[in-house]
């Protein structure tokens, strides 16, 4: 199983930016698999941005509601984060996440795979 991210970059505050997951090794044939989004500032815990569940359910951090949107692509493997009205706080790495154990969504132990992360900057 592997999850990779990309789409990070530098960008001023109120820009845009999207970052992408794409997994593999999953058997994505039986379904869909609960993902969600972390990020980690430096010197802070890693936390959860976002969240979509197997019937796509979304769940949002309140630090990025009406700012970010999860979403999945076409290909079930693929999910989104749509990062609107960026701020200097958002600043961190971006995380994947996924097949889920159960427990809350923005809990790190919830999470058996993750992603090597992706850098966003926020100036």
């Known amino acids: 199983v592997q999850l990779v991210e990309s789409g990070g970059g530098s960008v001023n505050e109120g820009e845009s930016l999207r970052v992408s997951c794409v997994a593999s090794g999953f058997n994505f044939v039986t379904g869909r698999y609960c993902m969600a989004w972390f990020r980690q500032a430096p010197g802070k815990e890693r936390e959860g941005v976002a969240g979509i569940n197997a019937v796509d359910r979304t769940i949002y951090a309140d630090s990025v509601k009406g700012r970010f949107t999860i979403s999945r692509g076409n290909a079930k493997s693929t999910v989104y984060l749509q990062m609107n009205s960026l701020k200097p706080e958002d600043t961190g790495t971006y995380y994947c996440?996924?097949?889920?154990?159960?427990?809350?969504?923005?809990?790190?132990?919830?999470?058996?795979?993750w992603g090597q992360g992706t850098q966003v900057t926020v100036s």
């Open positions: 996440a996924a097949a889920c154990r159960g427990l809350s969504w923005d809990d790190r132990d919830n999470y058996k795979y």
